[in-house]
């Protein structure tokens, strides 16, 4: 089999568009969650979320934007950036079209542009929609752009897995290289989703954050005695994944190998996690990686601030680094970006990456007083700088029981 080497990575996120700004923003936690009022049909409310204050006019030709949901623009603006950074902004100089795929994972799609068109047909009574609500709308759009606008035409999926779907997406294209039938692959995945629409149906749910007294910004807190809730957001990650011999051959810059992959199902209920199936996902992709526990010098937790889902991971972990567990180095990111749901995994492990680089490790914002059951070092508040960083781990785990995770080594 095939080693995979990481050679671009592009984001767009709630607290910075591009991977620089991103990972600043994480290493001093600042913090991208605000309060916004939203119009609802029942009235204006103030919704905590992780938007992103993003001009398609500074990206986008008008002509293009008229096809393009705002999930799509979030993806091609990260990819770019990924391509850049992987040498390849000027052409595939090395690599084949036909062996160079896409992968993208999204939760909800085109769902701005989805809902546009029921506001058009149920408040504005129009008789026909946008002849281009379809192509906006469709999950499988993004990819589609991806490919047309690189020249990209390998293998092409899109993965809509809830919260697990772009690590899953990852983890796909990672085997396609493994296994021959890519040389390499855009990969990642996008979501926006802060519409009117989905951000009830969450509130249906009881599931979201409660302002914090500290303000809004302070509100997503993960493993916190305090916490109260997710916070919704939206963005995008995308990597530039490559055979590794076929990455030396071109002179690229390789930043890390992916290294393992692995996903599991809990197979035990709609919304609540299992700490069984989320260790197992972990296990396998060490499996995978040939790496043991005590390889992992930082993990990227799922760490989604809600009552059950960060008591239940922490067990997981427990159960899979065993005797390691105190030496290992946790945070959750998700404080201060929030959950970009479909995109969060690929944004989550980008950032992991970057800290394999870097040897510099995000802190948990807000984390001041932890749960007792969250007794693990989750890196509170502060920043850490760690020497010999090996190898590092992200958790994706979703409604439905899917857990998703991906395993990184250093070069």
Known sequence: ???????????????????NTFFE???????????????????????????????????????????????????LVAAREAMVQAGLSTGLTGLQPERFGVSVGTGS??????EAAYVSLFEQKVARLRPMTVVLAMHNATAAHLSMTFGLKGPSSTVSN???????????????IRHGYADAMLVGGSDALLNIGTIKAWQATQTLAKRHVDGPQASCRPFSSDRSGLVLSEGSAMLVLEDWDTAQRRGANILAELAGYASTTDAHHLTQPEAQGQAAAMSLALGDARLNASDIGYLNAHG????????VETHAIKRVFAGDVKQLAISSTKAVHGH??????????????????????????????????CDLDYIPLEA????????????????????????????
Do not use: W, Y
């Open 384 to 411: 850490r700088r760690v020497q010999g960083l090996r190898a590092v781990m992200s958790n994706s785990f979703a409604f439905g029981g899917s857990n998703a995770v991906l395993v990184a080594k250093a070069v």
């Open 162 to 176: 809830a919260c697990a779907s772009s690590a899953t997406a990852i983890g796909d294209a990672f085997r396609q």
């Open 304 to 311: 989604t601030a809600t009552d059950v889902g960060d008591v």
């Open 340 to 373: 970009a749901m479909g995109a969060a995994g690929a944004i989550e492990f980008a950032a992991s990456v970057m800290s394999l680089q870097t040897g510099q490790l995000a802190p948990t914002a807000f984390l001041q007083t932890p749960d007792d059951r």
């Open 25 to 75: 923003s994480l290493l001093k936690a600042r913090s991208g969650i605000r309060s916004v009022e939203v119009s609802f049909p029942s009235g204006p409310e103030n919704v905590l979320m992780g938007s992103i204050d993003f001009n398609p006019d500074e990206h986008f030709a008008k002509a293009k934007l008229l096809s393009m949901d705002r999930v799509s623009q979030f993806a």
């Open 1 to 19: 089999m095939r080693r995979v080497a990481i050679t671009g990575l592009g984001i767009v996120s709630s607290v910075g568009i591009g991977r």
């Open 109 to 114: 799609g085109g769902a701005g542009s989805l």
